[in-house]
């Protein structure tokens, strides 16, 4: 399956950006995703992930309350709202998908191209 994230950009502390990845090539439906970030000098972290189905999500911790996972298996596109951003929330978000939903990158078989945040103090 081939992903295409978009939505990224440069925000002030405390605004909102939704990102999207956009999937194509296989049958969406038949798989977790997943959003993970990526600081520079820091490792690829867990962010949210979502249930084929879309019934179950999980957020980590850091995120949780702020950033918002959903899916849409007719327009094959998952999203994640993000708002009250903040400095450390500055990463390449990437997009994934995989046969289930974990934690953890290595299970994801398939990662879009990125997509910058920039959330500005």
């Known amino acids: 399956v081939q992903l295409q994230a978009s939505g990224g950009g440069l925000v002030q502390a405390g605004g909102s950006l939704r990102l999207s990845c956009a999937a194509s090539g296989r049958t969406f439906s038949n798989y977790a995703m997943g959003w993970f970030r990526q600081a520079p000098g820091k490792e690829r972290e867990f962010v949210a992930a979502?249930?084929?189905?879309?019934?179950?999500?999980h957020h980590a911790d850091s995120v949780k309350g702020r950033f918002t996972i959903s899916r849409d298996n007719i327009k094959n596109m998952v999203h994640l709202q993000m708002n009250s951003l903040k400095p450390e929330d500055t990463a390449l978000y990437y997009c994934?998908?995989?046969?289930?939903?974990?934690?953890?990158?290595?299970?994801?078989?398939?990662w879009g191209q990125g997509t910058q945040v920039t959330v500005s103090s």
């Open positions: 994934a998908a995989g046969p289930l939903i974990v934690r953890t990158p290595s299970p994801y078989e398939y």
């Open positions: 979502i249930s084929r189905s879309g019934g179950s999500t």
